[in-house]
């Protein structure tokens, strides 16, 4: 089985989407801008303003929820195949899903890297300096930036083909809290179909691929994940 996450699977922990009726973005949309990558090098005040919404941001204090611990018994039971991942909370591995099985496909907030020389450094050692530097360079003069995916920018080498192989190597491919609308991440729904797995999708609302799907579950995912992981245990 591999198992695609999208926002909707943190949110029960506190931390926001960022297209939903409570998102980061319905809320406020001129903080989309501090995702752009263009914005972002060019402008001092964006990335300030960047820096100062990261150190704030509640993933830095959440916790798995019952939806990212259930994936651990498919992973106990030698059946979880991968976790690709829209998210950048690191909660799969906090929950304790091993890294190698986990493809950030959006990237990481718990590291930052120069975008001169590369160089990358823990995400908390950068917050730490906020206070004496609000718009933190690299040793080497560079801006720093956390290894999140922005707008402009390209996937991180290699994560997205480990998302392809594990979706095309699997019997169920299960969408859980993603509204499959951001690509290329959601075509990985039609890759599973196409490539024989059955498609399972949960989530709060409809996304355009439930009609591919052969089961569409539609309750709290803190509830509905962990029950069909437990059903999809009993027919291993």
């Given amino acids: 089985m591999t198992v695609l996450t999208g926002a909707g699977i943190s949110t029960s922990v506190g931390i926001p989407d960022f297209r939903g009726p409570d998102g980061v973005w319905t809320r406020d ?3 989309e801008r501090l995702l752009d990558i263009d914005a972002y090098v060019a402008e001092v005040d964006v990335r300030t303003a960047g820096w100062a919404s990261w ?21 106990g039971a030698n059946a979880l195949r991968g976790v690709v991942t829209q998210n950048f909370d690191g909660l799969h591995q906090l929950a304790g899903t091993a890294s190698d099985l986990v493809a950030e496909v959006h990237g990481s907030l ?3 890297s120069c975008l001169a020389c590369g160089a990358t450094q823990e995400t908390p050692e950068v917050l730490a300096r906020l206070g004496q530097d609000p718009d933190p360079h690299c040793p080497c003069g560079g801006v720093l930036k956390v290894d ?13 083909e480990r998302a392809v192989g594990a979706t095309r190597a699997c019997d169920v491919f ?3 809290g993603s ?25 709060r609302d409809p996304t355009p691929y439930d009609p591919l799907a052969a089961d569409v ?6 509830v509905e994940l962990p029950r069909l992981v437990q059903e999809l245990l009993d027919q291993v």
């Fill in 174 to 176: 299960v969408a859980v």
């Fill in 55 to 75: 150190a704030s941001h509640p993933a830095w204090r959440a916790t798995p929820s019952p939806a990212h611990r259930a994936l651990l018994a498919l992973e």
């Fill in 148 to 160: 999140v995916v922005y707008f402009g920018e390209m996937l991180p080498g290699g994560t997205f």
């Fill in 217 to 222: 579950r539609r309750g709290p995912i803190d």
């Fill in 110 to 112: 718990r590291t930052t």
């Fill in 179 to 203: 509204t499959l609308t951001v690509q290329p991440v959601a075509i990985l729904a039609v890759e599973a179909v196409r490539s024989g797995a059955r498609l399972v999708v949960v989530n």
């Fill in 29 to 31: 949309p001129t903080a």
